[in-house]
């Protein structure tokens, strides 16, 4: 298996099942343009099987400095993830996604903002769970998740234990992990296994009230305009 892919984003680890899409429609050329020229600048280093195989932890400090380390899985087109890192200059925030479509839109994005304290694993979240240390993690987001709306396919959602206990792990005590979906039954899951894995709850609202720092997204706008209801739940990292 190669490392990465023709437009640099790393190959899908084989030895874990990744459901979603990891290419969409043709990439437009300035797109084209921000992989080629952008990518390997936020890039982070050491994450892939591949370029790490003895999982080896990174060291936040070398990335950010001291400053606070927060995470967004997901981050789709990344308008979400550059508000954060452009309205919080004094945190470092890593986002993962693994569909190149969203990561060449979150470098044009970065490119509009200018915001220099964001770096980006372009793939699977789970690379970066093994690789991040305990307790490392101030803050963590999940926009609008995929619902995966069949009953069988439930075990494939975010919030399941193979990917909770691998967030748990590097959230630090105290740490804030807030989720957003228009899907009630992702609610209802949400509440049951977050706490399992070590979470309190904190909060729930639903349409309008969202997070005094929210910024709408992709996702959230679609929902809305196919009339379907935002949840916003907020949990607490015990410890
Ligand atoms: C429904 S979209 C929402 C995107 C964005 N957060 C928003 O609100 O517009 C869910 C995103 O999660 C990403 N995703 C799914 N599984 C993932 C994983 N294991 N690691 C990182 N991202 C993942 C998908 O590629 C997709 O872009």
Known sequence: MTDVTQEGMPAVPERRNFYGRVHGKTLRASQKQYLAEDLGKVRLAGITVEENPGRSP??????????????EVGFGGGEHLVHMAARYPRIGIIGCEPFVNG?????????AAGVDNL????????????????????????????????????????????????????????????????????????????????????AQAGAGGAWEDWLSTRYEQKALREGRAPHYLTFRRKG
Not at 103 to 111: D, P
Not at 151 to 165: E, I, W
């Open 119 to 202: 770096a980006i694993h372009p793939g699977d979240v789970r690379d970066l769970f093994d690789v991040l240390p305990d307790a490392s993690v101030a803050k963590a987001f999940l926009n609008y998740p995929d619902p995966w709306p069949k009953a069988r396919h439930h075990r494939r959602r975010f919030v399941t234990p193979g990917y909770l206990v691998a967030l748990a792990r590097v959230m630090a005590p105290g740490a804030e992990f807030r989720v957003a979906t228009d899907i009630p039954d992702y609610v209802r899951q949400t509440l049951e296994e977050v706490p399992k894995a070590g979470f309190d709850i904190v």
């Open 58 to 71: 990174i060291d936040p400090v070398a990335l950010f400095g001291e400053r606070p380390l927060w995470l």
């Open 103 to 111: 990561v060449a839109m979150l470098l044009g994005k970065i490119r």
